[in-house]
């Protein structure tokens, strides 16, 4: 073999040396954040088939992902004065100021995930001055575009006219589809059919006694631990056999049941005491 040809071969075999393996994604410290609370609302709209009878009460949450240099919102809860006197929760923080408890300021948050366009769970992103929004494209498209406009109900005026405003200012990414990693260690599914396109997110997370494990952000895909726990879909899906192959598929994605996190559970609060005063550490 001659010396021109011997050379190349040696530089290659130099990198591959050299070469460093790629570096795991962070194990995210994941928290759920109560910043309002319904006392009392219909079960049969939570669950399908339960009771008209019963009752149960709401938390409103948003949960905070941070590690590896961000610090991620998965949804962005509500504050706007309409939804307060209509639903007129109690224990209410601006979704902004919940976050204080853990020392995290507004324009700390560096990304939102937003699971579906309803109000409780999209309209406070604006909160959040220096965020990047992740949504799904079929979610935007489904329910609004850049103009604004109310292409379907279940998204609220002013919440439209917000994500088209974002858009302009190039703060949306929109997610092209299912089983997407939207940041190393993040993924977002598709399926659940709470809305057109609702989302849920798996996170690499840090669990307790040092493990490693994936953690499923489930938002309204599911409501309560009753809807995982008796495999009952949601009463407000647009397809109920689709919710529940959504549960099955959050069961093989968590690391263990109980981490997978219902939408508006009071539960997780008890089931995750620590560190308390309305935060709860999936762990």
């Known amino acids: 073999m001659s010396t021109l040809r011997i050379i190349p071969l040696l530089v ?3 990198a591959l040396a050299t070469r460093r393996p790629a570096s795991p994604p962070p194990a995210y410290e994941v928290y759920a954040i109560r910043f309002a609370t319904v006392a009392s609302y219909p079960t049969q709209y939570l669950v399908a088939g339960a009771d008209s009878g019963r009752r149960t009460p709401l938390a409103f949450t948003v949960w905070l992902v941070r590690g590896g240099g961000r610090t991620v919102l998965v949804d962005a809860g509500f504050y706007r004065d309409k939804f307060l006197q209509r639903w007129k929760p109690v224990d209410y923080k601006r979704p902004s100021d919940a976050l204080a408890v853990l ?3 507004p324009g700390d948050v560096t990304d939102i995930v937003i699971s579906h366009v309803h109000w409780d769970h999209v309209d406070g992103a604006d909160l959040f001055p220096n965020a990047r929004i992740w949504l799904q494209r079929d979610e935007y498209a489904h329910y609004t575009n850049d103009s604004g406009a109310v292409l379907d109900r279940a998204i609220d005026a002013d919440d439209a006219k917000m994500l088209a405003a974002l858009k302009a200012a ?3 990414a929109l997610i092209p589809g ?3 990693e939207i940041i190393p260690g993040i993924t977002v599914f598709t399926g659940g059919r709470h809305t057109f396109a609702s989302q849920f997110a798996a996170v690499r997370a840090s669990l307790a006694g040092g493990r490693t494990g994936t953690i499923v952000l489930a938002s309204d895909n599911a409501y309560l631990y009753e809807n995982l726990e008796r495999h009952r879909p949601i009463t407000q899906s647009l397809d109920t056999l689709s919710n529940l192959r959504a549960q099955e598929r959050m069961a093989r994605l968590a690391s263990e049941p109980r ?6 559970d009071v539960d997780v609060f008890i089931r995750f005491p620590k560190p308390g005063n309305g935060v709860a550490r999936i762990e």
């Open 259 to 264: 981490l997978i996190v219902p939408g508006h």
């Open 170 to 172: 190039g703060r949306v």
């Open 103 to 105: 020392g995290v300021r």
């Open 178 to 180: 299912d089983s997407t």
């Open 12 to 14: 290659a075999l130099a």
